[in-house]
């Protein structure tokens, strides 16, 4: 792809691309850009939009097209009020539906478009409902098709989009260049209502016609109603359309080749089997989630869409009809002998809804393990979701800006979760409270190690606002080149490992505006006894004192070419850890094995985990003597050889389980802080009895 000299930059600066980024930019790199830019306006542009809309609609002109909307589609005005159809309802009202002439996006258009990035202005203009097929999915964009001019095009993948290859979307398309992203309000269908769409869609050509001309597009209720009537629609708690539950029962003549079948086809999951009787979820939408802390345990979430019993000689599909169609072609089923409408699943005496989950593990987790897993995913995910009560933005990522106007959006959200929390409803049932404050680096009374950061670590993102300036990077290199620069193999492999791992840490834990003189024992003392396992391969003795000698060296170097005091205020931390920092390498390798064992060993099933900073306080016999955080002591059970080396004052942070005898086992990789560690979170060492 090229552009002229001559010709208007694609930057969207209004100068010809000689004068502009020609010069020096590569065209694909521009695009990148303007593809970025555009998608940071989008937002905003549809914020005041919908602040439009609001101030020149009234309630009854609302209730009107409200009324109209849900008689041309076949839905109730109550259903069109619900979650799974309130944007495409907006999407009609506003960028369809003609008054007077025009929509309400033309009119919108006409008042505020000079403002607007010309090419965001000719997106939103041609916004219209269409459908794609999906041909390929990759991990940051899908390839979809036109299925009747077999016309491709690229969109980009949000977070919570989990599609697969077959599906069609019905939505419309926001173009952003040589890509696009989808519009609020898409319907996502199953690969068997393809046929049926493409008869639709050929009785239909003012679809393709609708985008470049906004006269044409009258046909919008009309495809929203086939949908409703096929019962294609992945929307809702039992998609439109898909008002009743099914049980159809099949005669089960060859159970042998029926199983191949199953377990041929990745969508089917064993739930129960117990002799004759075998429970198999389908699901075609499943998410992943590894615990390095548990021995690497894979934490597997399914989202039913139905259920396949096996008993006797009878085989019992359970689901909506869409679904049932689906399985049933999946396993060659011929004709059902049964069908009857049912409430719940017989598995579960559950109803089966938008986002029933089935949640296993590899290898299999003790359940007090795997509730406790489950919770710390949803936290984990709800840290990293962007959230319109932050403006579309990740809780994280909030907390990490200096905007005083998201964190104070961020607090209010907190405070309603936390809220939420104590009565026992929405979200906050689902999600470890006790880690979001910390992890936010936000004010809390708990003891953890992410309090000795000011700002939450940020990884894998390249926007310059959450990331340190290339200056301190340059820093490091220099220094590495400097300290190795003809010295032996052995040499250049203990600067290269250290500081690789410290400019990863230093990279994500600071800001642009960030300077040397600015980094605190607090921050040096969580990449040494945190950090650093997530990014070292083996965490040994040899590397706690390459780590304390290299760091010390670096210091001084910073101090002789940037005029810094680092190594003075450093100094002290590194004599406290000398001794400390290796032994505590070398027995969270004791403690490991010690956890696998109790992980995975039958006979010390917990009855209650948790996991929290336990600071020790002595010995006894069995073990440990350690004060939770609310103050109560307790026992927990560890080698004699660990036992003689942490005295008081040191912090032993994992998951603990308390089992039948009375005691507390770990049952996940601990973090061990020696007690200068205790000390900068604030505990009172010495004088914790």
């Not at 001084?556 to 070419?561: A, C, E, G, Q, Y």
């Amino acid at each position: 792809m090229s552009v002229g000299r001559n010709e208007l930059c694609p930057c969207g600066s209004g100068k010809k691309y000689k004068k502009c980024c020609g010069v020096v930019t590569p065209i694909a790199e521009l695009r990148s850009r303007h593809e970025q830019k555009l998608q940071k306006e989008y937002a905003g542009w549809v914020e005041r939009l919908n602040h439009f809309v609001g101030g020149n609609v009234t309630s009854e002109t609302i209730q009107e097209a409200r009324s109209r909307f849900s008689a041309e589609v076949g839905l109730t005005e109550e259903e069109v009020t619900r979650p799974e159809w309130a944007a495409h309802f907006f999407n009609w009202c506003v960028l369809d539906v003609r008054t007077g002439g025009s929509t309400l996006l033309e009119n919108y258009i006409k008042q505020h478009g000079r403002r607007m990035e010309p090419d965001l202005r000719r997106a939103f203009a041609d916004l219209h409902l269409n459908v794609y097929e999906i041909m390929e999915v990759e991990r940051d964009v899908m390839t979809v098709q036109q299925p009747l001019t077999l016309e491709k095009h690229y969109i980009l993948r949000s977070n919570s989009l989990s599609v697969m290859p077959g599906q069609i979307i019905v939505g419309r398309l926001l173009n952003l260049g040589l890509r696009n992203m989808l519009f609020s309000g898409s319907i996502i269908l199953q690969p068997h209502v393809k046929d049926s769409l493409l008869e639709w869609l050929k009785e239909h050509p003012e679809v393709e016609e609708a985008a470049a001309d906004t006269s044409k597009r009258v046909y919008t209720t009309a495809l929203y109603r086939f949908i409703v009537q096929f019962g294609g629609t992945d929307n809702g708690q039992a998609g439109a359309g898909q008002s009743s539950l099914l049980r159809r029962t099949y005669p089960l003549q060859n159970r042998e080749q029926l199983l191949k079948a199953i377990e041929a086809n990745p969508a089917f999951e064993l739930k129960k089997s117990d002799g004759t009787k075998e429970v198999w979820v389908y699901a075609t939408r499943k998410e992943e989630h590894l615990f390095p802390a548990l021995k690497d345990a894979l934490l597997e979430l399914y989202e039913v869409q139905a259920e396949v019993l096996l008993e006797d000689d009878k085989l019992y599909l359970e689901g909506y009809a869409p679904d049932l169609e689906e399985v049933a072609q999946l396993l060659l089923l011929l004709a059902y002998e049964q069908e009857e409408e049912i409430r719940v699943l017989t598995s579960t005496g559950s109803k089966l809804s938008k986002g029933t989950l089935f949640i296993t593990s590899q290898p299999t987790l003790p359940p007090k393990v795997l509730q406790w897993a489950v919770q710390t995913y949803f936290a984990e995910k709800w840290l990293v979701t962007p959230h319109e009560a932050l403006e579309e933005l990740a809780p994280v990522l909030v907390a990490a800006t200096d905007s005083k106007e998201l964190h104070a959006k961020l607090e209010s959200l907190l405070e309603q979760l936390e809220q939420d929390h104590k009565v026992g409803q929405g979200l906050a049932r689902y999600i470890r409270m006790d880690m979001l404050r910390p992890r936010l680096s936000l004010q809390n009374d708990s003891l953890h190690v992410n309090n000795l950061l000011t700002r939450p670590l940020i990884e894998g993102l390249p926007e310059s606002v959450y990331t340190v300036h290339p200056d301190r990077l340059a820093d490091i290199n220099r220094f590495v080149q400097e300290m190795t620069d003809g010295k032996s193999e052995a040499t250049v492999k203990k600067y290269d490992e250290v500081m690789n791992n410290f400019r990863s840490f230093v990279r994500g834990a600071f800001g642009p505006s960030f300077t040397w003189e600015q980094l605190r024992k607090e921050d040096l003392a969580y990449f040494l006894v945190h950090d650093i396992y997530t990014r070292a391969d083996a965490v040994t003795k040899t590397l706690a004192t390459n780590l304390l000698s290299v760091m010390t060296a670096f210091f001084k170097w910073l101090d002789k070419h940037s005029k810094t005091s680092l190594h003075a205020n450093m100094q002290s931390l590194f004599a406290e850890l000398k001794e400390s920092l290796p032994e505590a390498y070398r027995m969270r390798g004791l403690l490991e094995k010690a956890a696998n064992q109790n992980l995975y060993g039958q006979a010390t099933v917990p009855k209650d985990v948790a996991e929290e900073a336990l600071v020790v306080l002595g010995a006894d016999a069995d073990g440990l003597v350690v004060k939770r955080p609310d103050g109560e002591k307790m026992t927990l059970a560890v080698a004699a050889d660990v036992k003689d080396v942490l005295t008081s004052d040191w912090i032993v942070s994992g998951l603990v389980g308390k089992g039948e005898d009375g005691l507390w086992r770990l049952y996940g990789t601990p973090e061990l802080y020696p007690p200068v560690i205790a000390q900068l979170l604030g505990v009172r060492t010495g004088v914790l009895v």
